[in-house]
C-alpha cells in the first residue's frame, strides 16, 4: 500500500510517502521553493516523492492530511468567544485567511491534488484526516526502534492539545491525557522568543543558543506569575500576562512591566535582560518536561520514551532528560515539528486503519532521516557547467584525504552528498564544516559564511565510536538532538578574571581543546555518524582523524541566515560564490573558490531572505 502524507498551511509544509509502512521519501517544501518555512501545499514535495517512488498520483491509495482543520476551526471560534470583545482585530484578520483557504481545506486539498494528477475531472486517491498529536506522536512511535514505549508531545498548539501523553505498543498507540490550548509549554517559550526581539516558530533555537550567556535570575518570576507549575508538570498560564489569544502578538504590557520594559526591537543590539530571560525560560522548560517524562514513566513503566512536537527540538532539555530522566532510552524524531507531521499521518493509515504490520530490529525507521533527493554526475556537471564552475572530479580515495588536509589547514568546505536531510537539521548531507580545533572558526562562520549572530553556536559530526572520547555521552545520537558536556580533560580552565566576564564577552574566551564547537557552558550538540547510515560523511570524519588524531568535524547547514538548507548543485554553488567559503565539494566534484570566475559582489541577493 502506497501512502502520501502531507502538512501544509501553517509553517513548514512537507510530504513524505510510505510503500506498505517503509518510509521511501520525505521532503519539505521549502527546499525546493527556497522559502524558509514555506506553509503553502507542498507540491514540490510530493513531485519529488512520486519521483523518489518511480510511481504517478494515481498509484496513491491514500492521502492523509496531518491535522484537522475544522476542529482546529472549532478553537479558534470558541477561543474569540471566550475572550469576546477582546481580541476583534486579530478575529477580524485570521478570518478572511480561514473562510478563504482552511475551512475549505478539504475541497482544497482535492483541487491541488487534481492539478498534481494532471487537471479537472482526473481521479485523485481517496483523502483521509488525522488529529495533530496523534501525526506527531505517530511519527515519533512508529518511527522508533521500540517495540513499546512512552511518548510525549509538547508543541506551540495543534487542534486543540498542545502537551498530550501516549502508550505505544506493536501497532498500537493509545492516547493517555492532554494539556489543551491556551495552556501551551510551546506558546510561552515562543512568547519570549517574541519579546526578546527573534522571530517566532523559527527563532526559538537562537533563544535556546543565548541561555548560557545569561543567569536564570528570572525562573521564580516565571514560576510565581506565569505558569503555575504541579509537581506532575502538568500547568496553567496565567493568559493576564498573553496575548496570543485576542492580539497580534505574543505578549502584552503587563508581561512587559514584569521584566522591567518592553520588548527588544528585532536586530537591535542584545544585553544581559535578553540573555537572562534566555536562561530563565529554558530552566523552566527542562523542569517541566523533567516532571512530565518522571510522571508519564510512573504510569506507563515503559523504559523507553519517544518524543515528538516542536518542544522536542529543545536539545539542551532532551540533554538533561537523558542524563536525569527516569527512562532507560529515548528516541527524539528527527523532524519533530510539523513537517514530521506528514509522516506520522501517513504511519497512522498504515498501522491503524489499514492494520499493517510494525517490525522492530533495534533500529529506526529514518534512514538516517536521509530521504530526500540526491543527484547524480551527469545531473551535477550540467548544473555546475551551467554557471561555468571550474572543478576537478576526484575518486573518494584520493578526495576523502585531500579535504582531511584542507580541513586541517583551517579551510571552510560546503559539503554536498547523497540524500538531502529530512528535518531542521544538516546531517552530513547538507553541511558547511571545518576544523572543531580551530579557534577562529566559529566566529568566522557565523560572520562570514552564515552572516548570522555570533553567538550562536556550532555542532560537532563525531564518530559514533569516538564520542564518549569528547564528549559525556555513551548513547547516539545521529539526528543532533542532544546536548552533551565537552570531556573535563579536554577543558581549558578560567582565569578569574573570565569568570567574571558578562554575556557576549564570554564568547571570546577558550573553552576547550575543541573552541569551535564548545558552548561557553562548556557543552555541545552532538551529532554521532554511523557508517550504517553515512558512510561516506563517516569516512570523510575517519580520514580528518587519522590526519589530527581529531575524529569529528564542525558541522553547520549548508545555508545562509534566512535561507532554507540547500538543495541542489546548483543551490550549493550559489551560496558557496555568496559567502566566503573556501572549497565546495559536490558528490566528488572538488571547487576551489580561487579557481572560481568572477562572482558580481552583490548583497542585494540577502532580501531574497527573511530574516529569522
Known amino acids: 500500500m ?13 510530504a513524505a510517502l510510505l510503500n506498505n509502512g517503509e518510509v521511501v521519501a520525505a521532503a519539505q517544501e521549502e527546499r525546493f521553493t527556497r522559502k524558509k518555512h514555506d506553509s503553502a501545499f507542498p507540491s514540490s514535495a510530493i513531485k519529488y516523492c512520486l519521483s523518489e517512488g518511480s510511481i504517478s498520483l494515481a498509484d496513491i491509495d491514500r ?10 476551526f472549532e478553537r479558534l471560534l470558541e477561543t474569540y468567544l471566550s475572550y469576546a470583545p477582546k481580541g476583534l482585530r486579530s478575529f477580524i484578520a485570521a478570518m478572511p485567511v480561514w473562510l478563504k483557504e482552511k475551512l475549505f ?18 481521479p485523485v486517491p481517496e483523502l483521509m484526516f488525522a488529529e495533530h498529536h496523534q501525526s506527531h506522536a505517530a511519527s515519533a512511535f512508529y518511527f522508533s526502534p521500540f517495540e513499546r514505549a512512552a511518548v510525549l508531545c509538547l508543541d506551540g498548539v495543534g487542534e486543540w492539545a498542545t502537551t498530550s501523553a501516549w502508550l505505544g505498543d506493536g501497532k498500537n498507540l493509545e492516547a493517555l491525557w492532554e494539556i489543551d490550548f491556551p495552556h501551551s509549554l510551546g506558546l510561552l517559550y515562543s512568547a519570549f522568543t517574541y519579546f526578546t526581539g527573534f522571530r517566532v516558530n523559527s527563532g526559538e533555537y537562537k533563544l535556546m543558543g543565548l541561555a548560557p550567556y545569561g543567569s536564570p535570575i528570572y525562573v521564580d518570576t516565571i514560576l510565581q506569575n506565569l505558569i503555575d507549575l504541579k509537581e506532575d508538570g502538568t500547568f496553567r498560564l496565567d493568559m493576564d500576562y498573553m496575548n496570543y489569544c485576542t492580539g497580534l502578538t505574543m505578549t502584552n504590557a503587563k508581561f512587559a512591566k514584569l521584566f522591567g520594559g518592553p520588548p527588544r526591537k528585532p536586530e537591535s543590539p542584545l544585553t544581559q535582560r535578553e540573555m537572562d530571560i534566555a536562561a530563565s525560560i529554558q530552566v523552566v522548560t527542562e523542569t517541566v518536561v523533567l516532571k512530565l517524562a518522571k510522571s508519564l514513566h510512573a504510569e506507563t513503566q515503559c523504559e523507553s520514551l519517544c518524543l515528538a512536537g516542536g518542544v522536542a527540538l529543545n536539545c539542551v532539555a532532551n540533554g538533561r532528560l537523558q542524563r536525569e530522566g527516569p527512562f532507560k532510552n529515548i528516541w527524539i524524531q528527527p523532524a519533530a515539528g510539523d513537517a514530521g507531521g506528514a509522516l506520522g499521518a501517513a504511519s497512522i493509515v498504515w498501522h491503524q486503519a489499514n492494520g499493517g504490520a510494525r517490525s522492530v530490529n533495534g533500529h529506526d525507521k529514518m534512514r538516517g532521516s536521509y530521504l530526500g533527493p540526491a543527484f547524480n554526475d551527469e545531473q551535477i556537471k550540467e548544473q555546475l557547467d551551467a554557471n561555468g564552475a571550474v572543478y576537478e572530479k576526484l575518486p573518494d580515495e584520493t578526495l576523502l584525504p585531500k579535504l582531511a588536509e584542507i580541513l586541517d589547514s583551517e579551510n571552510v568546505v560546503g559539503w554536498f552528498q547523497g540524500r538531502m536531510e529530512f528535518g531542521p537539521r544538516a546531517l552530513g548531507g547538507r553541511s ?3 576544523d572543531p580545533r580551530s579557534r577562529n572558526m566559529q566566529s568566522v562562520m557565523n560572520l562570514k559564511i552564515k552572516y548570522r549572530e555570533s553567538f550562536r553556536p556550532f555542532a560537532p559530526s563525531v564518530l559514533a565510536e569516538r564520542v564518549s572520547d569528547f564528549f559525556e555521552q555513551k548513547s547516539e545520537s545521529p539526528y543532533m538532538l542532544i546536548v552533551a558536556p565537552v570531556k573535563d580533560e579536554l577543558r581549558v580552565a578560567m582565569t ?3 569568570k567574571n566576564l558578562f554575556g557576549i564577552e564570554k564568547l571570546n574566551v577558550k573553552r576547550s581543546q575543541l573552541p569551535s564547537i564548545t558552548h561557553v557552558d562548556y557543552s555541545a550538540r552532538i551529532q554521532t555518524v554511523h557508517e550504517e547510515t553515512n558512510p561516506r560523511y563517516y569516512k570523510l570524519i575517519k580520514a580528518f582523524d587519522e590526519r589530527t588524531g581529531c575524529g569529528l568535524l564542525i558541522n553547520t547547514s549548508f545555508n545562509v541566515r534566512g535561507e532554507p538548507i540547500v538543495c541542489t548543485p546548483d543551490d550549493a554553488y550559489r551560496c558557496f560564490m555568496r559567502t566566503e567559503m573556501d572549497f565546495l565539494v559536490v558528490e566528488n566534484f572538488l571547487l576551489s573558490k580561487k579557481d572560481q570566475p568572477q562572482w558580481e559582489r552583490d548583497d542585494s541577493w540577502k532580501d531574497e531572505f527573511e530574516l529569522d
Open 2 to 14: 502506497k501512502i502520501l502524507g502531507i502538512s501544509a498551511y501553517y509553517h513548514d509544509s512537507a
Open 105 to 122: 481545506l478539504k475541497d482544497t486539498l482535492k483541487k491541488e491534488l487534481a492539478k498534481l494528477a494532471g487537471g479537472k475531472g482526473k
Open 496 to 498: 578569574d578574571e573570565q
Open 432 to 434: 558547511i564544516i571545518g
Open 63 to 72: 492521502v492523509v492530511f496531518y491535522d484537522k482543520p475544522l476542529v482546529k
